[in-house]
T-cell receptor, first 110, second 112 residues
Framework: SQTIHQWPATLVQPVGSPLSLECTVEGTSNPNLYWYRQAAGRGLQLLFYSVGIGQISSEVPQNLSASRPQDRQFILSSKKLLLSDSGFYLC?????????FGPGTRLTVT | DQQVKQNSPSLSVQEGRISILNCDYTNSMFDYFLWYKKYPAEGPTFLISISSIKDKNEDGRFTVFLNKSAKHLSLHIVPSQPGDSAVYFCAANTGTASKLTFGTGTRLQVTL
């Protein structure tokens, strides 16, 4: 069966510091991968998606970037965090029309 | 531009009664719709889906209805149970890389 891992579960970072969130998927090959953010009291906003290694599409202009160095690894990064980057970050994978989500990372920028 | 809308931010239902969660969309290109359930501090879990070629899909206590002419779908939970208390997100597929557009969610509270 397929599983998706995200870490860390929670993170508190100062403004201006770098960020790296990692997501890995097991039990499937060549999945589509996604990064979402849920801000407080809001829905899920798609940030990036990837259909293959090195292929990244950005949905919204922002302070973040994504990379896919391996087939089942997806990384979300920032060089300098802003207060507005606080939120709940979710990684997801799909093979077909359904998406399956990881447990999420709660990021607080102080 | 919110293409998928869940106009009720919250809903309270008694245990054993029916819960009806609603969702409206504006993009006529959407052809697949999904409902997700989310507990606090967890990732959403897939609940049920429906293709635009159908108007109803049922899975146990959960039924999704699609009205394409009205661009409206609803999720029915019957009977509602306390464990159903969560935030429910409606999502629609655009067909490109299986990208999903999510609504803002409805918080369901099932009371005893």
């Amino acid at each position: 069966s397929q599983t998706i891992h995200q870490w860390p579960a929670t993170l508190v970072q100062p403004v201006g510091s770098p960020l790296s969130l990692e997501c890995t998927v097991e039990g499937t090959s060549n999945p589509n991968l996604y990064w979402y953010r849920q801000a407080a009291g809001r829905g899920l906003q798609l940030l990036f998606y990837s259909v293959g290694i090195g292929q990244i599409s950005s949905e919204v202009p922002q302070n973040l970037s994504a990379s896919r160095p391996q087939d089942r690894q997806f990384i979300l990064s920032s060089k300098k965090l802003l207060l507005s980057d606080s939120g709940f970050y979710l990684c997801a994978w799909s093979s077909g029309l359904k998406q399956y989500f990881g447990p999420g990372t709660r990021l607080t920028v102080t | 531009d919110q293409q998928v809308k869940q106009n009720s931010p919250s809903l309270s239902v008694q245990e054993g009664r029916i819960s009806i969660l609603n969702c409206d969309y504006t993009n006529s290109m959407f052809d697949y719709f999904l409902w997700y359930k989310k507990y606090p501090a967890e990732g959403p879990t897939f609940l049920i889906s429906i293709s635009s070629i159908k108007d109803k899909n049922e899975d146990g206590r959960f039924t999704v209805f699609l009205n394409k002419s009205a661009k409206h779908l609803s999720l029915h939970i019957v009977p509602s149970q306390p464990g159903d208390s969560a935030v429910y997100f409606c999502a629609a597929n655009t067909g490109t890389a299986s990208k999903l557009t999510f609504g803002t969610g409805t918080r369901l509270q099932v009371t005893l």
